[in-house]
């Protein structure tokens, strides 16, 4: 099987007057997600999440804030799974929580 990353893509929002309630729901429905990858044994291993602020170096040395200032976008975490297509990744990052918050999944092979 060939391993590849699942980036989860969100827009930016605030969380901190979301209440816990709906937090934790969010949160089971995101392990409820993996441990259906991992029952099905594709699921390689957990990325961390990522921290929301962040620079983004361009050529010539143009540092900028970001990391995605443009695209009101950004990147939480990621996930490496175990497929043997493309196409089966994509099939297994369907149902994705990222994807009912109006984010996107972008699923990448990994270069070993």
């Known amino acids: 099987?060939?391993?590849?990353?699942?980036?989860?893509?969100?827009?930016?929002?605030?969380?901190?007057?979301?209440?816990?309630?709906?937090?934790?729901?969010?949160?089971?429905?995101?392990?409820e997600w993996a441990d259906g990858i991992k029952a099905q044994g594709n699921f390689?291993?957990?990325?961390?999440?990522?921290?929301n602020d962040g620079k983004v170096l361009k050529p010539g040395g143009v540092i900028s804030d970001g990391p995605f200032v443009e695209i009101r976008e950004r990147l939480g975490g990621f996930v490496i799974i175990k497929a043997e297509s493309l196409e089966e990744?994509?099939?297994?990052?369907?149902?994705?929580?990222?994807?009912d918050a109006g984010g996107s999944v972008e699923v990448r092979p990994v270069i070993v």
Do not use: N
């Open 1 to 31: 099987m060939k391993q590849f990353m699942l980036l989860f893509r969100q827009p930016s929002y605030d969380y901190s007057s979301v209440p816990k309630e709906e937090i934790e729901r969010v949160a089971r429905k995101w392990k």
């Open 89 to 99: 990744a994509t099939t297994l990052a369907h149902g994705c929580p990222a994807l």
């Open 44 to 51: 390689e291993r957990q990325g961390s999440r990522l921290g």
